[in-house]
């Protein structure tokens, strides 16, 4: 079984620049997570989607969204890009049932790092 | 804000020793559950212990959960220089404000074992 899949691994961008990052589930899991991790702010939840619908949603600004398709990979897209935002973006996929309960643990792919400069 | 609070966030033990790291946390959850992460990786699955389970055991790696406390520890029996990593903490629950539960991370332990 595949794992989870991030492209692009690394990128640089400059301020006020946009990017689009993605990512592939494990096959069969239907929910897909973004965090942004830094070395000040640890791991912070940016949102999920489920079954393309957003579900959960974290604490950034509107700079910051994603999607999911009807394969279940989602992509996100931060705008307008500050220095602030460079990190590692991970994504993680897992498992909920028809009804979105969750039945187990999160699967990280390697996750893409962004600089700013 | 953080579910989770991970103590110590540094810590250094030689090969061979057992290695501790506590987690408290402030609502109430489905599950906790602990990663590891190698430098500038993704994150790793350990182990998931559920609301209703009081302790779980994996090769060398035994959590417990103390709900009443809203605190779990991850104890590394026998600590060898490749578990030297980032661990984290993570609780699963559902905010307030929507059906779904969502996975927050604590702020980790730095764990070095040194051969």
């Known amino acids: 079984k595949a794992g989870v899949t991030q492209t692009p691994r690394y990128l640089i961008k400059t301020r006020g620049q946009q990017v689009t990052l993605s990512c592939s589930p494990i096959?069969?899991?239907?929910?897909v997570s973004w965090y942004q991790q830094t070395p000040g702010q640890g791991l912070q939840f940016l949102f999920e989607?489920?079954?393309?619908?957003?579900?959960n949603k974290g604490n950034f600004p509107g700079r910051f969204s994603g999607r999911q398709f009807s394969n279940s990979r989602s992509e996100m897209n931060v705008s307008t890009l500050e220095l602030g935002d460079s990190a590692l973006y991970l994504c993680a996929s897992s498992f909920r049932t028809s009804g979105g309960r969750r039945t187990g643990e999160l699967f990280f792919g390697e996750g893409s790092r962004l600089t700013v400069l | 804000s953080q579910q989770g609070e991970e103590d110590p966030q540094a810590l250094s033990i030689q090969e061979g020793e057992n290695a501790t790291m506590n987690c408290s946390y402030k609502t109430s959850i489905n599950n906790l559950q602990w990663y590891r992460q190698n430098s500038g990786r993704g994150l790793v699955h350990l182990i998931l212990?559920?609301?209703?389970?009081r302790e779980k055991h994996s090769g060398r790696l035994r959590v417990t959960l103390d709900t009443s406390k809203k605190s779990s520890s991850l104890l590394i029996t026998a600590s060898r220089a490749a578990d030297t990593a980032s661990y984290f903490c993570?609780?699963?629950?559902?905010?307030?404000?929507?059906?779904?539960?969502?996975?927050?991370f604590g702020p980790g332990t730095s764990l070095s074992v040194i051969p």
């Open positions: 096959s069969g899991h239907r929910s």
């Open positions: 989607y489920f079954s393309e619908t957003q579900r």
């Open positions: 212990i559920r609301s209703n389970e």
């Open positions: 993570a609780t699963d629950s559902r905010p307030p404000e929507t059906s779904y539960d969502k996975v927050i």
